[in-house]
């Protein structure tokens, strides 16, 4: 599936803020963050079930979701910080069954 | 509470059959994913039950209980190449996914 992450790797001050981008070119509805750390399973940042549409996921906090067109998909945190260092993963999926992810971006926050 | 539970590692011979067993607690059920995932890499999907037994895709075969929240995912003729994680995903109620921690698994020639 034709899904672009960038950057792919960030590494970033406290306190700063940062956007991830996520673009799809398959036209698929839905759209999905997680962060994903060692020893533990993927988790649900926010997700989009549609353009204009977000909602929180398991994992929420300390960070926000734009989702103005279709093909886009943006992961903003507004003040970085330590914990928030981890790889994320965005995905899409067409019927909210199988779902096709991005390469990652491995974020590191100093 | 939502809770998957998979083999942390693993380890088998290439050539050998594997089985990696999966557990899970959800507030209703829609599902239950497989995905490969090698190191540094994105997760791919390998299969997707939904209905009680066994769906054969190649080498790869996974198996689901509904009754007794249990699959598995069987890999026969194990290859150098199908060292990865093994994430087990069960799709709740409200169609969301909820992931397992992985297994590692490491193949000896």
């Known amino acids: 599936a034709g899904i672009t992450q960038s950057p792919r790797h960030k590494v970033t001050e406290t306190g700063t803020p940062v956007t991830l981008r996520c673009h799809q070119t398959?036209?698929?509805?839905?759209m999905y963050w997680y962060r994903q750390d060692p020893g533990m399973g993927l988790r649900l940042i926010h997700y989009s079930v549609g353009e204009g549409t977000t909602a929180k996921g398991e994992v929420p906090d300390g960070y926000n979701v734009s989702r103005l067109k279709k093909q886009n998909f943006l992961l903003g945190l507004e003040s970085a910080a330590p914990s928030q260092t981890s790889v994320y993963f965005c995905a899409i999926s067409e019927t909210n069954t199988e779902a096709f992810f991005g390469q990652g971006t491995r974020l590191t926050v100093v | 509470g939502q809770n998957i539970d998979q083999p942390t590692e693993m380890t088998a011979t290439e050539g050998a059959i594997v089985q990696i067993n999966c557990t899970y607690q959800?507030?209703?059920?829609?599902?239950l994913f497989w995905y490969q995932q090698h190191a540094g890499e994105a997760p791919t999907f390998l299969s997707y039950?939904?209905l009680d037994g066994l769906e054969e895709k190649g080498r790869f075969s996974s198996f689901l209980s509904r009754s007794k929240g249990y699959s598995y995912l069987l890999l026969k003729e194990l290859q150098m190449k199908d060292s990865a994680s093994y994430l087990c995903?069960?799709?709740?109620?409200?169609?969301?996914?909820?992931w397992g921690a992985g297994t590692k698994l490491i193949i000896k020639p």
């Open positions: 995903a069960a799709l709740d109620s409200n169609y969301q996914l909820i």
């Open positions: 398959e036209n698929h509805r839905y």
């Open positions: 959800t507030s209703g059920f829609n599902g």
């Open positions: 039950n939904v």
